[in-house]
Structure formats: C-alpha cells, structure tokens
C-alpha cells in the first residue's frame, strides 16, 4: 500500500510562488500516472495537472498552463508542482494522487486515482 504526502502549501501573495512536493513511501509510484487536484471552500475537487509514470507527458487545466509546472523524480519517489504568478483564485486545498492501474493514461477524472493524500493549504492573498 503507498501513502502519499504533500507539503510546500502556505500563504503567498498574489504574482508570488510555491513548488509543493507529494512524497510516495509504501511502495515505488514509478510505474503510475499521478497528479494534482484541488478543492477550494464550497466547491469540487477540480483537476490541476496530470503526469504520465515516467514524466514524459502532462496534461494541465486550462486555468493554470503557463504558470503552473508538474515534474517528478522517480528516483525519490517525488512529485512536484511549481506554481508561479499565482492568483487569488488558486487558493484551494491541494491534493496529490496516484492511478489506480499501472502505465495508465493521464485523467482528469478523480475516479481514476486509486491513492491520494491529505492535502495542503494554498493560499493566495490579493
């Protein structure tokens, strides 16, 4: 079973940055697709970005490309979003996933993530 772990999250100022980390522990996350979703108050849970198992594909929502960076390091079983030029409208709650199925396909869908983790608060002041 893996257990993921997201940290970097805190308050920013709007045009600020943050990079969050999602550490695997468990078991390898190398051979699974993996992603970023976020929930702000009141709404759903929304996807970020996606990130095929060996880092060669992503996937980005419309609301973030070009500010908004998700790379990992297999080697370190880390996951990573660099978030720039960040809005108010970012302020959320983040959450790290990984794909239920092996050499999956990146979705945006949360039914296609098997393991997440608890989340960390992003908070962008205007």
């Known amino acids: 079973q893996v257990q993921l772990v997201e940290s970097g999250g805190g308050l920013v100022q709007a045009g600020g940055s943050l990079r969050l980390s999602c550490v695997a522990s468990?078991?390898?996350?190398?051979?699974?697709?993996m992603g970023w979703f976020r929930q702000a108050p009141g709404k759903e849970r929304e996807f970020v970005v996606g990130?095929?198992?060996?880092?060669?594909?992503?996937n980005y929502a419309d609301s973030v490309k070009g500010r908004f960076t998700i790379s990992r390091d297999n080697a370190k079983n880390t996951m990573y979003l660099q978030m720039n030029s960040l809005k108010p409208e970012d302020t959320a709650v983040y959450y790290c996933?990984?794909?239920?199925?092996?050499?999956?396909?990146?979705?945006?869908?949360?039914?296609?993530?098997?393991?997440w983790g608890q989340g960390t608060q992003v908070t962008v002041s205007s």
């Open positions: 990130i095929t198992w060996a880092g060669a594909g992503t």
């Open positions: 996933a990984a794909a239920s199925r092996p050499f999956s396909v990146i979705s945006d869908d949360t039914g296609a993530f098997g393991t």
């Open positions: 468990g078991r390898t996350c190398s051979s699974y697709s």
